[in-house]
């Protein structure tokens, strides 16, 4: 069985401050681990992803996650906040070759002028 | 366009109809989900289908009918509305190394 638990259902942060969403996983298997993002009335979009290679992951529009097995997290970053960054980011396992999604339950992130 | 597309966009029908959604990709994936989107249970899987002519139940099947008679499209068919099937509706495609790509969804209203 797997499962995803994201701590925080909502961030606030200011513009130009560092974001930190944090996700914790459990899996019996190898995963992979992904972040997605959703704005509102949009679908969701890949923001990067972990499969088994280097541990810190860059993704796109200056987010990054680094996977802790030791820890089981898989925690995103962002070292400045910008207005565009504000959405419903979810946390998603994924065992290894397969294809059953097991999604967090999404944390909303608020940035203030 | 290249990509995953969905329609309509959005849909207000009455209980007791019959609703189709409509799934198109251009990427020539083997495997397609359909996805329900509500508050308080996150995103669960309804169907999904390996390959043309190949479909699977997921968590919440029951009340919807699925078919792919072509790679490409995947439909997603309420055979009689209900009003517990209000939802954010997405439809996605999986790549060869297993990372899921999402439409832009389908607001259902059931009324």
């Known amino acids: 069985a797997q499962s995803v638990t994201q701590l925080d259902s909502h961030v606030s942060v200011s513009e130009g401050t560092p974001v930190l969403l944090r996700c914790n996983y459990s899996?019996?298997?190898?995963?992979?681990l992904f972040w997605y993002v959703q704005h509102p009335n949009k679908g969701l979009q890949l923001l990067l992803k972990?499969?088994?290679?280097?541990?810190l992951v860059k993704g796109i529009n200056g987010f990054e996650a680094e996977f802790k097995k030791s820890e089981t997290s898989f925690h995103l970053t962002k070292p400045s906040a910008h207005m565009s960054d504000a959405a419903e980011y979810f946390c998603?396992?994924?065992?290894?070759?397969?294809?059953?999604?097991?999604f967090g339950g999404g944390t909303r992130v608020l940035v203030k002028p | 366009d290249a990509g995953i597309t969905q329609s309509p966009r959005y849909k207000i029908t009455e209980t007791g109809r019959q609703v189709t959604l409509m799934c198109h990709q251009t990427?020539?994936?083997?495997?397609m989900f359909w996805y329900r989107q509500d508050l308080g249970h996150g995103l669960r899987l309804i169907y999904y289908?390996?390959?043309?002519?190949?479909?699977d139940k997921g968590e919440v099947p029951d009340g919807y009918v699925v078919s792919r008679s072509k790679t490409e499209n995947f439909p997603l068919t309420l055979e009689s509305a209900t009003r517990s099937q209000t939802s954010v509706y997405f439809c996605?495609?999986?790549?060869?190394?297993?990372?899921?790509?999402f439409g832009p969804g389908t607001r259902l209203l059931v009324l």
């Open positions: 990427w020539s994936h083997s495997y």
């Open positions: 972990y499969t088994s290679a280097a541990t």
């Open positions: 289908s390996a390959a043309a002519d190949i479909t």
């Open positions: 996605a495609s999986r790549d060869p190394v297993g990372t899921q790509y």
């Open positions: 899996s019996s298997y190898s995963p992979s």
């Open positions: 998603v396992v994924r065992r290894a070759a397969g294809n059953k999604l097991t």
